[in-house]
């Protein structure tokens, strides 16, 4: 079946602009992760949805950062006002959402902030 | 301290060698364990869930020790395709559950 898919696959985009990230999980996974990855580093956790609540934004690294799920499916992630140091791959996984499961990742969207 | 700690490598190895690596947790409430594994430029990929009592698959071993409060993964017959990023990954439950990743080691299998 269809894994999870992220769009756009590249953003180059201006200091200051507001850019939108979208996600779509796996048909039936409840539970969607937002995730940054800046070159040679780890994962960065920002943000965890169970059906369209997000009982975890403890990782949203500013205010500009934002998430939205509608009806339990798609995801966008909005950055607004964006800085050089926004810089990243912005991975999304989705999992089953049954309990400590197994996460499957998008091919991420890699944002250039100039 | 991280959460999640692992040496960042890069082990460099040859063809056929064994390699292991180590992750260590710091939270006890920690309850489920995997490896993941992330090539250059691409998404992570679930390479192995790891039990208590141990399991392997293929050249793939991993193992967890719940006293110490680390995981390993040994790699035996290394190939050239082996070549990648480990991440460990711990899932907590403190209410509500949290996955937290290592940031990688990595591995590079010469021929």
């Known amino acids: 079946g269809a894994g999870v898919s992220q769009s756009p696959s590249n953003k180059v985009t201006e200091k200051g602009k507001d850019v939108e990230l979208r996600c779509d999980p796996i048909s039936g996974h409840t539970a969607l992760y937002w995730y940054r990855q800046s070159l040679g580093q780890g994962l960065e956790f920002l943000i965890y949805?169970?059906?369209?609540?997000?009982?975890?934004k403890s990782g949203l690294p500013s205010d500009r950062f934002s998430a939205e799920r509608t009806g339990g499916s798609v995801s966008t992630l909005t950055i607004q006002r964006t800085q050089q140091e926004d810089s990243a791959v912005y991975l999304c996984?989705?999992?089953?959402?049954?309990?400590?499961?197994?996460?499957?990742f998008g091919p991420g969207t890699r944002l250039t902030v100039l | 301290r991280k959460e999640v700690e692992q040496d960042p490598g890069p082990f460099n190895v040859p063809e056929g060698a064994t390699v292991a690596f180590n992750c260590t947790y710091s939270n006890s409430a920690s309850q489920s364990f995997f490896w993941y594994r992330q090539d250059c430029r691409k998404e992570p990929k679930l390479l192995m869930s790891v039990y208590s009592s141990g399991n392997e698959d293929g050249r793939f071993t991993a193992q967890l020790n719940r006293a110490s409060q680390y995981i390993s993964l040994l790699i035996r017959d290394s190939k050239l395709s082996d070549s990648a990023t480990y991440l460990c990954v711990v899932n907590l439950n403190t209410g509500g559950f949290k996955t937290i990743f290592g940031a990688g080691t990595r591995l590079f299998v010469k021929a």
């Open positions: 996984a989705s999992s089953l959402g049954t309990g400590p499961d197994t996460q499957y």
């Open positions: 949805f169970q059906g369209n609540s997000a009982p975890d």
